[in-house]
């Protein structure tokens, strides 16, 4: 379903720098990959997969790579190099696949892994998988073809991606604001660690109304959604724990916790989402993650992943430390 990153210190270490990015000469930069689908075509469809570092360096840096899986290179598809390589100055760098027609057409795998180096670390998203098909296939039956479904083995609404409705869920939690003002998650020009907690929800059903909805810890309720809260199809809402959000937060509702506090605890915690009626919808447990901190905890992917993940270890995060209302990259849901 539906998916960036020389001192002998490693650069995974200056993560909380990424802005500024690892320029020194002597300082490797950590290389991942990612890809702008996951899927493409054997009637020329393309897919664009990048090389990403965690920051810019001074001098070019070329990422080799294997490719492997049983769809073969230059009889079911070409790429536009072997070598990904990234310009001086930049944090990435691309190559095109593109698929060949009249091709076998059954559904095969393309693996492709950053070769070991000594001009860059390999990251932790050391190797991607796509998939080359027949994109004139509906493979299962819900009238979305299979290029264009997000879910093509699950039968889902046209209006939905090709995707069964997942309900509201939880995409992002921030239970341990970072130091300083790296941590001022809601924008208000303060960090304040409790005001700068949050809890992201997705919405993957038609529009929603969550008036009278909740949620709690194990210390009780922190949050009623008030009355008139609508979140659209495919949108998010941001929870934080209070102050003066600021900002734009991707178009996302955003509210504060209506007790004053989230009071979400770093040392063990459970987070229950429930609708009007009682009914859990959600749970996150931070007791599997509370050796983690200073930063949030999200999806991976966004919306479809069921394991969570440190944000700035995400490549498509470029290093950021939380994301509250828009997806890992940046960009609006």
Same mark, same amino acid.
């Given at each position: ?17 990424? $802005? ?13 990959? $990612? ?67 009249? $091709? ?19 990251? $932790? ?209």
């Amino acid at each position: 379903m539906k998916n960036l990153r020389r001192f002998q210190i490693s650069c995974s270490l200056l993560l909380l720098l990424a $802005a500024v990015g690892c320029t020194t000469e002597d300082v490797k930069p950590t290389v991942s990959l $990612a890809s702008n689908v996951e899927r493409f075509d054997y009637n020329n469809g393309q897919a664009t997969v990048f090389a990403v570092l965690n920051g810019p360096v001074n001098q070019e840096i070329a990422v080799e790579l294997t490719f492997n899986g049983d769809a073969s290179l230059n009889q079911d598809f070409t790429v536009s190099n072997e070598v990904i390589v990234v310009p001086s100055g930049q944090d990435r760098g691309f190559i095109v696949l593109t698929g060949i027609p009249e $091709a076998d057409t059954a559904i095969k795998q393309i693996s492709i892994t950053i070769k070991a180096n000594d001009a860059y670390i390999v990251g $932790a998203e050391s190797s991607i998988t796509l998939e080359l098909q027949d994109c004139t296939g509906d493979r299962d039956g819900d009238g979305v073809l299979d290029c264009d479904d997000l879910c093509p083995d699950e039968p889902g609404p046209p209006e939905n991606g090709g995707c069964p409705w997942l309900g509201l869920f939880i995409n992002e939690i921030l239970y341990d604001p970072p130091t300083g003002i790296a941590g001022d998650s809601n924008g208000d020009g303060t960090r304040q660690p409790q005001e700068d907690e949050f809890i992201e929800l997705y919405n993957s059903n038609p529009d929603l109304d969550i008036s009278g909805y909740t949620i709690s810890d194990l210390d009780g309720v922190r949050h009623v959604f008030p009355s008139g809260t609508i979140i659209p199809s495919k949108g998010a809402i941001v929870i934080f724990g209070g102050g003066n959000p600021t900002g734009g937060f991707g178009g996302a509702l955003v509210q504060t916790a209506s007790t004053g506090l989230l009071s979400l605890n770093r040392g063990g915690d459970i987070i229950t989402l429930r609708d009007d009626q009682g009914q859990v919808l959600d749970v996150f447990d931070i007791n599997n993650f509370n050796d983690r901190a200073a930063q949030s905890l999200t999806r991976v992917p966004d919306i479809t992943g069921e394991a969570f993940q440190e944000h700035s270890t995400v490549a498509e995060s470029g290093g950021r430390l939380f994301s509250p209302g828009v997806r890992l990259n940046g960009e609006s849901f």
